[in-house]
Structure formats: structure tokens, C-alpha cells
């Protein structure tokens, strides 16, 4: 577009070429940026520009290539299993190392149930500190309750495993087994006897562990509400529980959601702690108070002594399912919390 | 700057090169079973200790582990609780000898509640139980065993191995032999397709799992059971005696299957439930995996003289580990199977007097 004149669309105060339109408003003539005289550049600082940004993009593509030679091998090592058995290795129930047939699926089901109660566990509870400690607790409780809380991450994972064996469980077993027996035994939920070792142990230290995630950022997110929504609602005559409920927690819900799933994404993957208390018997059981297995610590009790190839490559397709949730679960979590932003401010730019 | 740099560096290069030892130090790494790991370490420190020009490595990576090592000659020798299998042995070429190097025990352990009495099993009981078709202590199986004791009518809770280890192989490989049930229904294998029971990881876990859970019942390793005092149960060997697992019932067991085995025997033999009075019929040989042939002598030698000593002096060291030494009629036969080892198809050793 050379000259002064504008197309239509454009409202003509706004310049389409720079400088024309410049020397045709103002009447003077400027000469283009790309002639204006500045002094030469170093010409060893040039090429150190470009190595630069060579190196950050060479650094910033090994994360990408990892990913893929991760896949690669997963695909390239489970492939004599993915031959043998196709899709009926993730709907059969049989493990049996010495008759070579294998089949995840007490595994993916015992995966998704444990994540599943730890989430059903831990979401109010992570959720309740977070709100307490934003909005209730007295200033001075604050910092060390967070810190508390936030220390229960790094306890390693095997710790918890043992904590589990030998406080958990016998807790579980004494007190809490005989009266959620004796009121809801007879739900499929609850029924059959309880041993120690079992899916609900293995929940419960799930939730336990995934807690100091959720309710850290849960608390991020609450404290960047800004002051006008809370008082607003108050302003309008809601109770305290009123306003959080329905001014602040709507508000930051998509960085809620986003911290929800990244609790889940650890429980999903956690191995130590699970496969000391979840009872480790390859079986599909209705019943929280029935022992079951994860995928992760199938693999990690199996693998050093796996002996013939077929073995190997079937604990291989394990860690390939695995995998494929994990990544569905992260890519599902990714579309949740960009449909829950649109609308709210909190959080939706940066994710 | 520069200057100092290159000092620096100079200096440490000289350092390195001063340091490295004159003499030819022959290394041997081994890898494989987590269940010999310490004996093999503890014989492996005193070996260097005598002969500092032989430098011993072990690497407790799990049997299946030694064996892919060994097979890809990656380590010199292999460790394994489970003899190879056929088709391991014809993909290297049968290029393996199996040398047992010591024994082990597998008793079972127990937690009922009320009962402190040494409880006594058979073959087909311990089956039984293990198959899930045996529920209650107080069934007439388990007490027509156990005379004169007062077992509770409580739930059999069974614990098993979750991670693939030689216990288990020895275990069900005992079961497959005293149950027909078992041998069709489950086989052997250092993991199987458990019908009952919950798994624990590790000699650790069974056994925390088993103290934790009333009525609970699991196998573990003789060293472990005898270093944490464990509860354990005798069982019924092929004699009809009840044998408590220890250091001396299980090499009676291995002194009981040599009139099986016969001095060409390929040691691949399974001595559970063997003959002989005192034998405790659920123990096992553990192997070290050597190559027929090497390609370099030296460490051939260096390789048969450390294995030597461990079949010989090295015994006395495993009883206090908590491992069964191997009988001492067996030192022949294993004497001659070393002198079949060859490095470029000469033998590499005369025997113990031309080291």
C-alpha cells in the first residue's frame, strides 16, 4: 500500500505501511527504518546471537525427543506381546508367567479404582485446607499449617509404604474395617473380609500423598481471588460459607481443576508406597476390601526377575498402557480446564 | 590464568598415570540373583583380601538379569536361583556350565493367633493351603498333622512373593512335585499365577505381612527366617520324618539327591523333596553360570581359581550368613567339571594343586 490511500476496512487513522503513511500525514519525508543509518554492528556478536539461539532450540527440542524415543522404545520392546496377545491383553484377567498368557486388565482397573478413591479422598480434604487456610485460619497459624502441609510431599514414597504396613493397616484393620463392615457390608463395595493388604489401604495412602499437591496450589489459586469477589458476595448478605462456595471457589475452578489433575497424574504413576499396601494379586474384585494391583508396581515387583522374552515384552505393554493413560488423562485435564476458564480470569491466561 | 589451568591439568595427568597399578590386575564381574548377594560379596572381599591381583565384582540384579548378562557376556559369570532353560542354553551355543555354589532353605512361617507350638505340615496340606482349597486352620487336614494342638477356627490368610524370586522357585517347584493339583493348576516358576493370597514384596514384606495379619501364612528364606527369628513350620520329607529347615537338613538334602544326580550330572537338577531321613524337602542348589569356553585364558584361570576356593574354603563361610554349605562328597564331581573349562580349547586348570 504505497501513498496515502487507506482501504476501506481499515478505519484511516491507522497507518497500513510505516513510514509512507508517516511522510504522508506529516508531510515530511522520513526515510525507511531499514535505511536508517546505525552504527555497524560487531560482527562477532552477530554470530553469537545465532549460536544462541541454535543452542536454546537444540536445549528446548531434547525434552520433545526424549518424549519420543520414551515411545519408541516402549513400542519397539512390547511389540512381541502386542503381536501375541492384541487388544484382548487389556480386557483379560489372567497373569501367568509360566503358561506365557498375560492379560492388564486387573492391573489398569486396580490403577484407575486406586487414583480414583484417592481423588475422592483427597479432593475435599486438599480443598478444605486450602479454603481454611485462605479465608478462616488466623493469620498466625497460616505460614506453619502450609509448610506442614506442603512437607508432606517430600516424604519419600517408601516411607509412606512402610508407615502403611505398620500403622495403616493395623489401624485400618481394628478400628475402622468393623464398623464400615457392620453398616455397609452388604454393599458389593464393602463386602468379604478384611485382610490388611487391600485397595482401600492403597487409596487412603494415595490421598494421603497426593493432599500437599492439591491443596498447595488450590491455595495459589484461592489467594489470587482478588478481595472484591469475596466481599462482594458478603456485600450481598452471604455467609461466610456462602461466599466461598459460590464467589471464590467458581472463580479460581480452573486452576482447581488443573491441581486436582495433577494430584491425579502422581497417584496414577505412584509405585513404592502402593504396591506395600494394595496387596499385589493380579484380580478384578468389586470390593475396596479385596487386595489388588497397579500397573506400576506390577512392573516394578516383576521386571528384574523376568526371564523369558515374552515376559519381559508383556511388562513392556504395561508400561505402554500406562503411558497412554497417563498422557490421555493429561491431555483430558488439558481440554477440562480450558473449557471450565473461558469466563473466569484466574489462571486461564496461563494455562 | 591459562597458565595455571594447564598445570593443574598436567599435574593430574601425571597423578593418574603414576597411580595406576604396575602389576596386571585381572577383573571379573558377576551379576544375577538378589538371593546370594551376600555371601557372594562376603566371599568376594575375602578373596581380594588374599589375591589383591583379582579384583571381584557382584551385581545383585535378579537371576533373570545374571542370566541376560551372562548370555550377552556382558558380566563373566551369572548367578541364579533357577537352572536356564533349554532354549536359554541352545541360544549361547550350550556354552554354559551350572557349578552349584551353595544351598538354600525355604521354610514356612506362620502367625495364629494362640498358637505357639511349632506347627507341622505335609506336602499335600501345604498345597492345599497354598491352592486356596484349605480355608480354615482348624481343618481336619491341618490338625490330623498337628496331634495334641489346639488350632483356632480362623480364616487361612496365604502371603506370597509379588516380585519374581528363586524362593518362590523352590517353593512351587517343591509344591508341583507333592501336588499333582498344583503341578496342572499352577506349575513352577520364580513367578506364577497365585489362585489365593496376597502378595508382599520381598523375604521383608512376606514376612511383615505375615506378622501383621492374624492367621496369615508365607514362605520365606531360611537365612532371613533364622536372622529374624521368625516363626517357622517343619515339614514332611519324602522319609515321612518332619524336618525343621536349617543349615545341616538342607545339605542332607542335596547329600540325599546325589544318588540321583551321578557324577556326570549337569547339576540343572532340582532336589526338592529329596531322599534321605534328615533331608528338608523344601531346599534348593543356587548356580553360578560360567561359560564352557572363554575367550581369555587369564581370566579364565583367575575365574575357575576364585570358584575353586568358594567350593571349598568359601564353604565355611556361608552357615553363619544363613545359606546351607554344599556336602563335601559333592567337591569331586565339581572338581571335575572345572577342569573342563578351556580358554581357546586348552583346559585352563590341573586342579586344586597346579593353581
Known amino acids: 500500500m504505497v501513498g496515502g490511500a487507506t482501504p476501506d476496512r481499515l478505519s484511516p487513522a491507522m497507518p497500513t505501511t510505516f513510514p509512507q503513511t508517516i511522510a504522508s500525514t506529516t508531510g515530511e519525508s522520513i526515510a525507511p527504518i531499514s535505511t536508517l543509518s546505525a552504527a555497524p554492528r560487531p560482527t562477532r556478536r552477530y554470530y553469537g546471537d545465532r549460536i544462541y539461539r541454535w543452542l536454546l532450540t537444540c536445549l528446548a527440542m531434547t525434552l520433545p525427543l526424549l518424549l519420543v524415543t520414551i515411545v519408541a522404545e516402549l513400542l519397539v520392546s512390547a511389540w512381541p506381546s502386542i503381536h501375541k496377545f492384541g487388544f484382548s491383553f487389556i480386557w483379560t484377567s489372567v497373569w501367568d508367567p509360566v503358561g506365557e498368557v498375560y492379560g492388564a486388565a486387573p492391573m489398569i482397573f486396580g490403577t484407575l479404582v486406586s487414583s480414583l478413591l484417592a481423588l475422592v479422598i483427597a479432593v475435599p480434604l486438599s480443598l478444605g485446607v486450602a479454603i481454611f487456610l485462605t479465608e478462616f485460619a488466623p493469620k498466625w497459624l497460616r505460614q506453619p499449617v502450609a509448610f506442614l502441609v506442603e512437607l508432606l510431599a517430600a516424604i519419600p514414597s517408601v516411607v ?30 464393602f463386602s468379604g473380609v478384611f485382610y490388611g493388604n487391600s485397595m482401600l489401604a492403597g487409596g487412603i495412602i494415595l490421598a494421603i500423598m497426593i ?3 492439591i491443596a498447595a496450589i488450590s491455595r495459589e489459586v484461592l489467594l489470587a481471588v482478588p478481595a472484591t469477589q469475596r466481599e462482594a458476595a458478603l456485600g450481598l448478605g452471604a455467609t461466610r460459607w456462602e461466599a466461598v462456595w459460590g464467589a471464590v471457589l467458581p472463580y479460581g475452578r480452573a486452576g482447581i481443576i488443573g491441581a486436582v489433575m495433577l494430584g491425579l497424574g502422581r497417584a496414577l504413576g505412584e509405585t513404592m508406597a502402593v504396591t506395600m499396601v494394595i496387596g499385589n494379586r493380579h484380580d478384578i474384585a468389586l470390593s475396596l476390601f479385596q487386595p489388588g494391583y497397579t500397573m506400576a508396581a506390577a512392573i516394578a515387583n516383576e521386571f528384574s526377575e523376568a526371564t523369558s522374552t515374552m515376559y519381559i515384552s508383556a511388562l513392556f505393554e504395561v508400561g505402554l498402557v500406562l503411558f497412554v493413560i497417563t498422557i490421555g488423562v493429561n491431555a483430558f485435564a488439558r481440554l477440562l480446564v480450558w473449557r471450565v476458564a473461558r469466563g473466569t480470569a484466574v489462571g486461564s491466561k496461563a494455562l | 590464568m591459562t597458565k595455571h589451568l594447564t598445570v593443574a591439568v598436567l599435574a593430574i595427568g601425571a597423578i593418574t598415570a603414576v597411580s595406576t597399578p604396575g602389576a596386571a590386575q585381572t577383573k571379573i564381574t558377576g551379576a544375577g540373583s538378589t538371593f546370594s548377594t551376600i555371601l557372594y560379596t562376603d566371599w568376594m572381599q575375602t578373596y581380594n583380601k588374599a589375591h589383591a591381583d583379582v579384583q571381584l565384582n557382584y551385581q545383585s540384579i535378579g537371576s533373570g538379569g545374571g542370566i541376560r548378562q551372562f548370555s550377552d557376556k556382558t558380566v563373566d559369570f551369572g548367578a541364579s536361583d533357577a537352572p536356564m532353560t533349554d532354549s536359554a542354553m541352545a541360544a549361547i551355543q550350550g556354552n554354559v556350565l551350572h557349578i552349584p555354589t551353595e544351598m538354600g532353605g525355604v521354610p514356612p512361617t506362620y502367625n495364629i493367633p494362640g498358637v505357639t507350638a511349632q506347627l507341622k505340615f505335609s506336602g499335600p496340606v501345604l498345597a492345599g493351603i497354598f491352592l486356596g482349597t484349605i480355608t480354615k486352620w482348624n481343618d481336619a487336614r491341618i490338625a490330623a498333622d498337628n496331634p495334641g494342638v489346639k488350632l483356632p477356627d480362623q480364616d487361612i490368610v496365604v502371603v506370597h512373593r509379588s516380585d519374581g524370586s528363586g524362593t518362590s522357585f523352590i517353593f512351587t517347584d517343591y509344591l508341583s512335585k507333592v501336588s499333582p493339583d498344583w503341578a496342572s493348576k499352577v506349575g513352577k516358576g520364580t513367578a506364577v499365577n497365585w489362585p489365593v493370597g496376597l502378595g508382599a514384596k520381598g523375604s521383608e514384606g512376606v514376612s511383615a505381612t505375615v506378622q501383621q495379619t492374624p492367621g496369615a501364612v508365607g514362605y520365606v528364606e531360611l537365612g532371613y527366617a533364622l536372622a529374624n527369628h521368625l516363626p517357622v513350620g517343619a515339614v514332611k520329607n519324602k522319609a515321612g520324618k518332619f524336618i525343621t529347615a536349617s543349615a545341616a537338613t538342607v545339605t542332607a538334602a542335596a547329600a540325599g539327591a546325589m544318588k540321583d544326580m551321578g557324577p556326570t550330572t549337569d547339576f540343572r537338577v532340582s532336589i526338592t523333596n529329596a531322599d534321605g531321613p534328615e533331608a528338608y524337602p523344601i531346599s534348593s542348589f543356587t548356580w553360578m553360570l560360567v561359560h564352557k569356553n572363554y575367550d581369555d585364558a587369564a581370566k579364565a584361570k583367575a575365574i575357575v581359581a576364585y570358584t575353586w576356593w568358594a567350593l571349598t574354603a568359601g564353604q565355611v563361610r556361608a552357615e553363619p550368613l544363613g545359606y546351607a554349605p554344599l556336602p563335601k562328597a559333592m567337591r569331586p564331581w565339581l572338581e571335575a567339571r572345572l577342569k573342563t573349562i ?4 586348552q583346559a585352563v586348570w590341573s586342579g586344586p594343586a597346579g593353581r
Request: proline share 14%; charged share 10%.
Open chain 1, 160 to 189: 509412606y509404604g512402610l508407615w502403611g504396613i505398620y500403622v495403616l493397616i493395623p489401624l485400618l484393620r481394628d478400628y475402622a474395617a468393623p464398623p464400615i463392615r457392620a453398616l455397609l457390608g452388604w454393599t458389593p463395595l
Open chain 1, 211 to 213: 493432599v500437599p499437591y
Open chain 2, 342 to 345: 578351556t580358554a581357546g580349547g
